[in-house]
C-alpha cells in the first residue's frame, strides 16, 4: 500500500494527537494545512464533543469528531450518529460504581455531562475533558435519554480499582478501559470504529485509503477500519497488538512524524 492513497486521517486525542500536558503541537496544525487538501481529518475521541473542539477550536469547522468512544459523530453542517446508552441500565450501573473509594461517576449527554461532585480538585481534573456540564444533588435524577455513556475516574488506576467491579456488564453494554484513569460504559454498538467506518462509507472511501493513530483500548476497533493503523510508543499492549505500525511518543510528536511523511508522500505524488 502507498501512503499517497490516504484519503482519511483519524486520530485519538488523550496520549496520541494530544502531549501529556493536553496540548496540541503548532507542527501539528502546520501539517494539517499542508494536507486538508488531499485528506479529511478526523478526531475520535472519549472526550466531549465541546472539549475537543475547543482543542481544535482553530479547525473545528474544518473536520469530523467523533466524541464519547463513539456516541456521537458530528461535522460543522450535520450530526452524523448519535448512540444513546439504554435508560434501563443507567440506575444499575450508579448503584455498582457509587460504592467504590476514588470512584466518581460522570453521566455524558447529548449537550453536556452531568457529576454530584463538587469538590474543586476533582473539578479542575474534569474541566479538562469537559467543558459543558452540570452539577446535580443525585444523578439517578437526571433525564436519560440523551445519556451516551458513563464515565468513571479513578484517581489511582481504573483497570484495577473499577473494571472488575463493571465488567460482567459486557455484553449488554460496552465497558472500555479508555485511560490510565477511566472506565467508559456505553451502548454495546457506540464505538470509535463503528463511527469511523459510518464515517468512510458517507465519503465513499475504503479501508486501505485510512491511516490511524490510537494509544488505549477504547482505540481498538477504529484501529481495524484502516490499513495505515499506527500504535504511539506509549500504547497499551493491546493496541500495539492490533496495530500494522508504530509511531513515536505523543510527546515526542510521533503522530506528526507519520503525518509528514504523508504530506511528502501527496506533494510528490
Same mark, same amino acid.
Given at each position: ?20 500536558? &493536553? ?20 478526531a475520535?475521541? &472519549?472526550?466531549q ?10 479547525i ?17 453542517q450535520?450530526?452524523?450518529? /448519535?448512540?444513546?446508552l ?18 466518581e461517576?460522570?453521566?455524558? =449527554?447529548?449537550?453536556g ?5 463538587d ?7 474534569f ?5 459543558? /456540564? ?12 440523551e445519556?451516551?455513556k ?35 460504559i ?17 465519503m =465513499? ?7 490511524v /493513530?490510537g ?6 476497533e477504529?484501529?481495524?477500519q &484502516? ?24 510527546d ?18
Amino acid at each position: 500500500m502507498q501512503l499517497d492513497k490516504v484519503r482519511l486521517v483519524v486520530s485519538d486525542m488523550d496520549g496520541t494527537l494530544l502531549n501529556s500536558r &493536553g496540548q496540541v503541537s503548532e507542527r501539528f496544525f502546520e501539517l494539517y494545512h499542508g494536507l486538508k487538501d488531499h485528506v479529511h481529518f478526523v478526531a475520535a475521541s &472519549g472526550r466531549q464533543y465541546h472539549s475537543i473542539r475547543h482543542k481544535l477550536e482553530r479547525i473545528s469547522d474544518q473536520i469530523t469528531i467523533v466524541a464519547e468512544n463513539g456516541g456521537m459523530a458530528r461535522n460543522a453542517q450535520e450530526e452524523l450518529l /448519535f448512540t444513546g446508552l439504554p435508560a434501563k441500565h443507567l440506575s444499575k450501573i450508579i448503584e455498582k460504581v457509587r460504592p467504590l473509594n476514588n470512584a466518581e461517576i460522570i453521566l455524558c =449527554g447529548k449537550n453536556g455531562a452531568f457529576i454530584e461532585n463538587d469538590d474543586p480538585n476533582f473539578i479542575d481534573i474534569f474541566r479538562e475533558y469537559y467543558h459543558q /456540564f452540570e452539577i446535580t444533588r443525585d444523578l439517578s435524577q437526571v433525564d436519560p435519554s440523551e445519556i451516551m455513556k458513563v464515565a468513571i475516574y479513578h484517581q489511582e488506576d481504573s483497570e484495577k480499582h473499577v473494571y472488575p467491579h463493571v465488567e460482567e456488564l459486557n455484553g449488554d453494554l460496552l465497558v472500555k478501559v479508555s485511560g490510565k484513569h477511566w472506565v467508559d460504559i456505553s451502548h454495546p454498538d457506540a464505538n470509535k470504529g463503528r463511527a469511523v467506518k459510518l464515517i468512510q462509507a458517507h465519503m =465513499g472511501i475504503g479501508m486501505e485509503e485510512t491511516m490511524v /493513530f490510537g494509544d488505549y483500548n477504547n482505540d481498538l476497533e477504529m484501529l481495524e477500519q &484502516g490499513y495505515f493503523s499506527y500504535a504511539m510508543q506509549n500504547a497499551h499492549p493491546n493496541v500495539k497488538e492490533i496495530a500494522r505500525y508504530t509511531t513515536q511518543s505523543n510527546d515526542e510528536e510521533g503522530e506528526e512524524s507519520i503525518l509528514e511523511l504523508l504530506l511528502q508522500a501527496k506533494t510528490s505524488a
